[in-house]
């Protein structure tokens, strides 16, 4: 990995990549970096034993990507993996660059094995900790890394400047090779093997076997504040965190600032991330970082193994003999506490200059859950789902099948019949009581390639409610290249005569991606100013690989300001 920092000096040998970028960061003072990703099988050793994984530059997790609001970014993504593969940059907006997004079959064809593709994109009026990740199958289990975007030059933060930060990133870990994983769960219509451990920055910790030599330590001096910069790259789980004794100041989520919020945990969905300053106020001592599960669903198998990493005070003299045998462990709440994680995400305030507006244009009700597809055969073994099913999901009973043999996008612009269709409904085809007792003939959807146009410049809400089909349970959902506020939610179905009467238009948070809670909804807005499409989907891979996503189309609004770019030349095709 290289990264050059060019602040109007002079420049080398690979201008040719980003000359035009290069020549508009000199007059605006912003930087260029420049990072090769190259995609790699290594094999890793965790857990007493030794797996091939695919890494980004053999690195587990992968490099950290650094840069300030207004920078550019130009990374060559070379595949040297036998696996086609594609990388998303979760939560960076691309405006008008939907090339850049990375999700395959969505923007662009996976780079396949040999193949290479560069990404290209400005950050703008982002700040704050985002992430990078595979998008193609379940490969992001192994290869993700950090996003971490600076204030530019001469501004700060909206609170006062920790001493140290660190990126935790919280992962799983999962015995076998992902594309088995998912290849097996594809046969058999069953959700996929649970994870086997979770990690933090790709290290189960102490509670694990073999592991102990290896966990992760923060090292702080008594009396600091350090930032840590929190991101959920788990695959398939919900995580409770919480550090023993300290209590942690959310400042940030998903790139967008918060009102300072004091909290002992954080429930973390795939896809989301958190900035919190923790002051060293506690007597000099080892004290553990810590997450496990939080499983919303009812009678799933989940991973209900803890990870932990040690937060050690270093200004203490710990010799052999008054150092303490073991760190203490923080209390987490039992796996299923709906209550607890609803009233922590409901504490979260946005600190945004920009007003939530009042009158919308669209308003999208969208039903998120799981199915069951019956078989014709029940005891095939593609069948093993409950009664001789196979697991689906679902978004306005459309279960989402991705192109097979181009892009939406490249279908998109190059006038592609056949592809996708745009008659996705913005209302559930069928009303019934979703979070109630579903009839068993309900929960059946059917496939479908279906996108939802929008006008460019359009204000939009979209509800996205949670059903009870198969069972009720939280659904992370992320949006593609916006991110959008989050004026309410609750639970059971939403009602549109009074729910909205109680929508916070003030503080909203700014978020990409956002519960539904278990049996309930949740409420967004955001103007859609970005043309392009824009993969919406739930960030639980599993439910993804099921169906539960949609994509909106955004229209190409007035002139080349509003307009999609074309695409760059090394485009990968199918
Ligand atoms: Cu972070 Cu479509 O994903």
Known sequence: MKTFHLHGKSCCSWFLLGLLALVASLASGAGIHFHEFVIQARPVRRLCKTQNIVTVNGQFPGPTVEARNGDYIIIRVVNAAQY?????????RMMRNPWADGPSYVTQCPIQPGGSYTYRFRIRDQEGTLWWHAHTGFLRATAYGAFIIYPRLGSSYPFSMPKQEYPILLGEWFDR???LLKRQADFTGLPPNTSVAFTINGQPGDLYRCSRQETVRVRVDAGDTIMLRIISSALNQELFFSIANHTMTVVGTDAAYTKPFRTKLLVIGPGQTFNVLVTADQP????????????????????????TAILEYRSTKLTNQNRPRSPILPALPPFNDTPTATAFTAGIKGLTKVKVFNRVDVNLYIIVGLGLINCTNPNSPRCQGPNGTRFTASMNNVSFVLPTTTSLMQAYYEGMRGVFTTDFPPVPPLQFDYTGNVPRGLWTPSPGTKLYKLKYGSKVQIVLQGTSMVTSEEHPMHVHGYHFFVVGSGFGNFNPATDPLKFNLVDPPVRNTI????????????????????????????????????????????????????PPPDLPQC
Not at 84 to 92: E, K, P, Y
Not at 302 to 307: E, H, I, K, S
Request: glycine share 12%; net charge negative.
């Open 284 to 307: 000099p001592g080892l004290y553990y970082m810590a997450a496990h599960a939080y499983e919303s669903a009812r009678n799933a198998p989940f991973d209900n193994t803890t990870t």
């Open 177 to 179: 090779d992902l594309v």
């Open 515 to 566: 519960g539904t809670p278990p049996g309930g909804w949740v409420a967004i807005r955001f103007v859609a100013d970005n043309p392009g499409i824009w993969f919406v989907h739930c960030h639980i891979d599993s439910h993804l690989n099921w169906g539960l996503g949609m994509a909106l189309l955004v229209e190409n609004g007035v002139g080349l300001s509003q307009s999609v770019k074309p």
């Open 84 to 92: 086609n593969i594609s990388i998303h940059w979760h939560g960076l």
